[in-house]
């Protein structure tokens, strides 16, 4: 006889409390996702994700690129992306208040890839980021998605990002990005 499965609901608050044990604990919907800290070729490629981002939105001080971020959604979700660039308002003191996201990018290994595809791009979305990156360990290329319903582009050699409002371009050569990196997680 086959049984129906209840699957146990989650709360931001309840995993606000659990222990700083290296871990990343993220809840969508309810459901409590457990990610392992993060490898070096993850940690190397975000970094210079982070880099490039930073130095190209140096002049913006409204601006803040953030490795990890956080995307606070209701009280059964939040996400914790590698890389985020939003608007900070005049005043600001949390997460909750960076309502303008322009980015959010989880660079993806073996372990990671399915939930990051599946889930998280499609809530990042919904939640009005502007645009999602999926940066892949293993293929060394970038899915880009975008809010506006723009099809899913995958870049290969190169990704460009225009900032919001101006339209400015970044061009990321991602043969710099991946440069060294073997592993895929």
């Known amino acids: ?30 459901v409590l996702f457990v990610t392992p800290g993060p490898g070096l070729p993850h940690q ?24 990890p971020g956080v995307v606070p959604i209701d009280d059964a979700s939040r996400l914790e992306p590698d890389v985020l660039v939003g608007v900070l308002p005049p005043r600001w003191e949390d997460w909750t208040d960076v309502q303008d996201r322009w980015l959010a990018i989880e660079v993806s290994g073996r372990g990671s890839q399915m939930y ?11 939640s009005g980021v502007r645009e999602v990156w999926l940066v892949d360990l293993l293929r060394h290329q970038v899915s880009v998605s975008r809010l506006d319903g723009a099809p899913e582009l995958v870049c290969q050699g190169s990704v460009e990002w225009r900032e919001p409002g101006t339209g400015r371009p970044l061009l990321v050569d991602l043969g710099g990005v991946f440069r060294g990196v073997v592993g895929g997680d």
Request: aromatic share 10%; hydrophobic share 45%.
């Open 1 to 30: 006889m086959l049984m129906p499965v209840t699957l146990r609901r989650f709360t931001v608050a309840e995993i606000d409390a659990f222990p700083a044990d290296g871990n990343r604990y993220e809840v969508l919907d309810g």
């Open 116 to 126: 990051d595809r599946t889930y998280k791009r499609d809530a990042y979305l919904a």
């Open 44 to 67: 190397t490629v975000a970094q210079r994700l982070t880099v490039a981002l930073s130095v190209f939105l140096a002049g913006r001080p409204d601006v803040g690129v953030w490795s």
